[in-house]
């Protein structure tokens, strides 16, 4: 089968010839430019031969669209804050909306083009973005500024959010438009009962990644729900309208993958711990995880992938293994199982 044959018949539930597998990791230094990340992006699919490629932007697009302003250290790490646009609660009412062909969003949507370009449709792929409570989080110079004024100055922070999400959704359908299959939602650090109670998501969180989702949903192929963290709302979650979903199924805090498989009949990705798995020596306890999974499922409706975004330094022994032991994985087909949509 194609990729893209492949993929279709997975997310309809129908016989496959083996499961799909993909991962994903950051490439910081070359995420400054357009030419640079697609040209990380495209040498990494390439080189393992995912099903399927979700491209990690710049990890601080969503927050420089707004004028947050990052350094990026010379060091290849992550990009650091220097000066947040959300300085008290007074400035969340100031955020207007970007447009999405200009500034970093433009930026991003030409590396999207240049991605659509060489794959020539071969490859599915998918561009990530956060959902609005955590683009919103992000504004801010911490977390903890974000939680108070979303319990002290709660209208101030829903004027807001409306703005985020329709930026984002607007640039979601951009995404499509110039040849993306879908996007990746995640919710990185916000729908944990570490962080919020599930009210509090279901107020600030919900109705907006719903917003993000709507225009896209009868024109994307691949929508995609990260749940990020551990003791997450997964199973709060599992009626939004993606086709798979992805968390740490490892984290013991977290349901695990049987567990998910018998409340949907929606994809799921994962199985391999992102944290735990990738260091070098570590390959056989990979493996492990990747056939505990694929037994948890059965097979069906099931892709091989991480619980979240691998280390910059995982083994590469390990990714090609992982590659490699999808090939033996022939699930007998017995259509989806799982509960309601």
Known sequence: MTKRDRMAAFLKGEKVDRPPVSFWRHFYPDETTPEGLAKAMLAFQKKFDWDFMKVNPRASYH??????????????????????????????????????GDGVLGDHLRALE????????????????????SVAANLCADMDQFL???????????AALEVVSQTFAEFAEA?????????FLATTNWATRDRLTLEEYLEFGRAYDLEILSPIIDKAELLVLHVCKGNNMLLNLLDYPVRMFNWDAADPANPDIAGVRDKTDKCLIGGVSHLNSFAEGLKDKALKEARQAFKSTGGNKWALGAGCT??????????????QAVEGMNPPYGGPRGGSR
């Open 310 to 323: 691998i280390p910059m330094d995982a083994s590469e022994d390990t990714l090609f293994a992982l590659r």
């Open 175 to 183: 995404c499509v438009h110039v040849g993306a299959s879908g996007i």
């Open 114 to 133: 240049i991605i659509a370009d060489d794959i020539s449709g071969e490859v599915p792929f998918i561009m990530t973005i956060f959902t609005p409570m």
């Open 148 to 158: 108070y004024d979303m319990r002290k100055y709660p209208g101030e922070v829903h």
């Open 63 to 100: 927050a420089e669209a707004f004028g947050s302003l990052f350094s990026f250290p010379s060091d290849g790490q992550k990009p650091q804050l220097e000066e947040p646009v959300v300085k008290s609660h007074l400035d969340w009412t100031k955020l207007r909306p970007p447009s999405p």
